[in-house]
């Protein structure tokens, strides 16, 4: 059975950084692309970012320049470091990794709130 685990949301003020993390542990034989997505109340969920196997980054117009995603393979890991944030950022942001050339899977979703 595959988990993906996440942490580093929070509150945080206009301007400041923060930094998420996802673990994912279990029967796990490949690791593909990873990434992250948010939702923001009454809106769908979006990509915010992801990263492939060879290390290809693919980035949302309204993060570039702020947000960086990086992975370790081996430790099965990915995080997503944020800065200059902005009220705008507010939402769940989900970890979401393709495992065992076989599916999605998505962590239980973190809370990052940005005040004015």
């Known amino acids: 059975q595959v988990q993906l685990v996440e942490s580093g949301g929070g509150l945080v003020q206009a301007g400041g950084s923060l930094r998420l993390s996802c673990a994912a542990s279990g029967s796990i034989f490949s690791i593909n692309t990873m990434g992250w997505y948010r939702q923001a109340p009454g809106k769908q969920r979006e990509l915010v970012a992801n990263?492939?196997?060879?290390?290809?980054?693919n980035y949302a117009d309204s993060v570039k320049g702020r947000f960086t995603i990086s992975r370790d393979g081996a430790k099965k890991t990915t995080d997503l470091q944020m800065n200059s944030l902005i009220p705008e950022d507010t939402a769940v942001y989900y970890c979401?990794?393709?495992?065992?050339?076989?599916?999605?899977?998505w962590g239980q979703g973190t809370q990052v709130t940005v005040s004015p």
């Open positions: 990263i492939g196997s060879g290390g290809r980054t």
């Open positions: 979401c990794i393709y495992i065992n050339n076989e599916r999605f899977y």
